[in-house]
DNA sequence: TATGAATGAGCGTTCATTCAT
DNA sequence: TATGAATGAACGCTCATTCAT
C-alpha cells in the first residue's frame, strides 16, 4: 500500500456489472434506479443479478465501500510521499483530491450523493470514512497554522470548504471538455494555497 | 423587487405543505418519498394532496421554482446594491449565496440535488436557472479580471469553485452549531477575495 | 356472554373477505396461496386487499384469532350451562367441539393446520388458545375421575385423544353428506362417554 | 410379505435425503419449503438434489408412497398374526396404527398433511391408499358388528374417528416425553375396545 | 457426479393516482 | 373541501428449474 501509484487511474478496478450500476446510479439515483433497470444495464437477467449480490442495497454499498477505500488508500500514498512539508502535504492532497473527483467523477458523485440512501450500519460506516477523509485534511490546515506557515482561523470550516469545492468537479467535469484532470488539479491546488494565505 | 431585502430571511415564503414537502424530500430524497409519507407529514389524506398539487412532480417543482427564484432575486438585489464596485459586487453576491445556502438550507440542498428527478421539461427550466445563476459570477469575476482588480485565469472554472463551495454549506449548517449564518458569510467572503486574489 | 348460544351457529360472523381467504386456504394452504389468488378470491384488486389487511400474514392471524375465540365463548357457555353435573360438563363439550367443527369445518380445519404458518408472536397467541382449551377438558377428565364417575388413567393424553377425534370432522363432514352435525355431535358425546368408562 | 415384523421400527429405511426432506416438510410445509432450503439440509447442491429427484413435487411423492406403503404393509402383517379373531384384528390393528404414527412421526404427519400439495395422480394414488386403510379397519368393524362382538352403529364414521385419534399421536408425541409408543399403543388399543363396546 | 451461473415466472408488497361520496 | 376505497403498474426479491462445464 505504501508503494501505491495515487496518481495513477488507467486501470478501473470496479467489475463490470458494479460500473453499469454506477452509471445507472448516477443517472436516476439509488432510489430512482429499479432492479430490473440494473439487470438490463449490466445484460443480466434479474435472477442473475441476485446470483451476485444479496440485494439492491448490497450493490450500493459494495460501490460506496470501493470509493471510499480506493480514495482513502492514494490519499494516505500522497500523504506518506509530501513527508513533512507541510505545503507539499496541502499540494498533494488536494491533487488527489481532485484527480480522484475528475477520473473517477461518478464513483466519486456517488459517494456524496448516496450516504442518505444507504441503511444505517453501512451509512454510520461510510460517514465514519467521510470524516476521516476531512480529518486528514484539517489535521495538515492545523500543521500549517501551528508552523505559521498558513493563514486559517478555523480549520474544520476551511477544509468543508476545500472538500465541497473538489466535489463539485464530479458534478460538472467531463472528458469531452477542454480541461484534463491533471490541469484542474492544478489550478485547485493553487486554489488551496490561495484559501490558506499562500501565493 | 429592486428594494427587496436580500438579506433577510425572516419569513418563510413557502405555504406549510410545501416547508413539510421540503423536509421529506430532504431526508429520503425524491424518489424515496412516497405520496403517502407526504401527505402523512402535513396531515392530509391523500386526496387531500392531489386537491392542493396535481401531482408528486408538481410539488417538487413548486419547490424548485420557488428556490431558484428566491436565489435570483435576492442576488439581483444584492448586485444592485453593489453598485459599480467589482469588488463589492463580488462580496455581496458570495454574501448573498452563503447566507441563502444557510438560511435556507433545505430549500438550497434540494435545488442542487434533486435536478436529475425533474421531468425534462422542468430540468431544463431549473437548469436555466442553474446557469444563469453561475453566469452573474462569471460576469462579475471576468469584469474584476478586465479590470485588473482580480487575478483570474479562467472565470468560468472558478465561478464553479464558488459555487460548490458554498453549495457545501447547505450540507452541513446546522442552526445548532456554533456558527452563525452571518458569520459563515463574512468567512465565504474572505475564501472568495482570497481566492481571486485579493487579500 | 354469559347468555351466548352456543349451539347457534346460523349467522357466520366472518366478513366476506375473511370467508374467501378461509375457502383458498383450506384448498391449497396459506403457503400455496398467492396474494393475487386471494385478491381474485375476494373479487378484488390487489391493492385492494392491501387496503383492508395489512399483509398476508394479518389476514390468516386473523382468521386464527376468530376460530380460537369463537370456540373458546362457546366452550365456556356450554361448561356454565353444564353447571356442575361432571358429566354433563363432559358431554355438553364434546357437544360443543363436535358442533363446531362440523358447523365450522373449514375455520376449525385451518385453526389446526395453519399453526406453523403463522409469524411467533401470533403462533404464540394460537398455541396459547389451544392449550387453553386443552386444559378446559382435562380438568373435566380429573374432576370426573376424582370424583369417581369416570375411568381415567391419563387424561391428558385421553383428553389429546378426544380433541384429535373431534378434529377429524373438520376433515372429512360435508354438508351433502347423509350426517347432520346434531347427529355427529351426539355420536362423539357417546363415545366419549365410552372413553370415560361410562356406559 | 406375509411374514413382516410389523413392530420392528428399528432400521428407517429412509434414504438419507428423504429424510432430511421429511424433517423439512414437517418444519414449513410442502409450500413453506424452498428446493434451496432442500438442498442445503441435505448437504447438497441445488443441482445436486435435481440428480436425485426430477423435481421437488417428486420428492414429496416419494416420501408419501413410501409412508402410505410402509403402513399398508405392515398392517396387513398385523391382520395376518391376528387370524380370524376379530377382537385380536381390532387391537392389532390399532397397536399397529399407533406404533405407526408413534415411531414414524413425521412420516405419518406428512402422509397426513400434505396430501393438498399433491399434483393430481399422486394425489389420487394416496388417496386411494389412505381409502384402502379406512376400509380395512371399517371392515374389521363390521366384523365385529355382524358377530355381535362389538356395539357399532356407524362402522364407517367410528373408523374415521379412531384413524383421526391416532393420526394425533403425530402431533404430539415426542420421544423425549414420558411415553413410550409401546404403551401409548396400549392405551389406545384400550380406547378402541371401550369405543366398540368392549371392555 | 457435482456445481457456478443463469433464467422465466411469480412472489408479497407498494407505487402514484383516481373516484364516488 | 375532504376522504374511504379502490386500481394498474411496478417494486425488490425468490421460486423451481436448467445448462455448460
Same mark, same amino acid.
Given at each position: 500500500?505504501?508503494?501505491?501509484?495515487?496518481?495513477?487511474?488507467? =486501470?478501473?478496478?470496479?467489475?463490470?456489472?458494479?460500473?453499469?450500476?454506477?452509471?445507472?446510479?448516477?443517472?436516476?439515483?439509488? *432510489?430512482?434506479?429499479?432492479?430490473?433497470?440494473?439487470?438490463?444495464?449490466?445484460?443480466?437477467?434479474?435472477?442473475?443479478?441476485?446470483?451476485?449480490?444479496?440485494?439492491? *442495497?448490497?450493490?450500493?454499498?459494495? %460501490?460506496?465501500?470501493?470509493?471510499?477505500?480506493?480514495?482513502?488508500?492514494?490519499? /494516505?500514498?500522497?500523504?506518506?510521499?509530501? #513527508?513533512?512539508?507541510?505545503?507539499?502535504?496541502? #499540494?498533494? *492532497?488536494?491533487?488527489?483530491?481532485?484527480?480522484?473527483?475528475?477520473?473517477?467523477?461518478? /464513483?466519486?458523485?456517488?459517494?456524496?450523493?448516496?450516504?442518505?440512501?444507504?441503511?444505517?450500519?453501512?451509512?454510520?460506516? !461510510?460517514?465514519?470514512?467521510?470524516?476521516? =477523509?476531512?480529518?486528514? /485534511?484539517?489535521?495538515?490546515?492545523?500543521?500549517?497554522?501551528?508552523?505559521?506557515?498558513?493563514?486559517?482561523?478555523?480549520?474544520?470550516?476551511?477544509?468543508?470548504?476545500?472538500?465541497?469545492?473538489?466535489?463539485?468537479?464530479?458534478?460538472?467535469?467531463?472528458?469531452?471538455?477542454?480541461? !484534463?484532470?491533471? !490541469? %484542474?488539479?492544478?489550478?485547485?491546488?493553487?486554489?488551496?494555497?490561495? /484559501?490558506?494565505?499562500?501565493?
Amino acid at each position: 500500500m505504501g508503494e501505491m501509484d495515487w496518481r495513477n487511474f488507467e =486501470q478501473d478496478s470496479l467489475p463490470p456489472l458494479l460500473r453499469c450500476a454506477v452509471k445507472t446510479f448516477v443517472a436516476h439515483g439509488y *432510489h430512482g434506479t429499479s432492479t430490473r433497470t440494473l439487470a438490463r444495464a449490466a445484460g443480466l437477467s434479474l435472477p442473475g443479478l441476485y446470483y451476485h449480490f444479496a440485494s439492491k *442495497h448490497a450493490i450500493i454499498v459494495a %460501490i460506496m465501500d470501493l470509493a471510499m477505500d480506493d480514495l482513502w488508500r492514494r490519499s /494516505l500514498a500522497a500523504h506518506a510521499e509530501a #513527508g513533512d512539508d507541510v505545503v507539499l502535504q496541502l #499540494g498533494l *492532497h488536494i491533487q488527489c483530491l481532485a484527480l480522484f473527483h475528475a477520473h473517477r467523477r461518478e /464513483l466519486a458523485f456517488l459517494a456524496s450523493t448516496e450516504l442518505r440512501s444507504l441503511e444505517p450500519e453501512a451509512q454510520a460506516r !461510510s460517514i465514519a470514512a467521510r470524516d476521516r =477523509q476531512e480529518y486528514l /485534511l484539517i489535521d495538515i490546515l492545523r500543521l500549517g497554522a501551528t508552523r505559521g506557515a498558513f493563514d486559517v482561523a478555523d480549520a474544520s470550516q476551511l477544509a468543508r470548504a476545500l472538500i465541497t469545492m473538489c466535489t463539485g468537479i464530479s458534478q460538472w467535469f467531463s472528458t469531452a471538455g477542454p480541461l !484534463s484532470p491533471g !490541469s %484542474i488539479a492544478n489550478d485547485y491546488v493553487r486554489y488551496a494555497q490561495r /484559501l490558506v494565505g499562500l501565493v
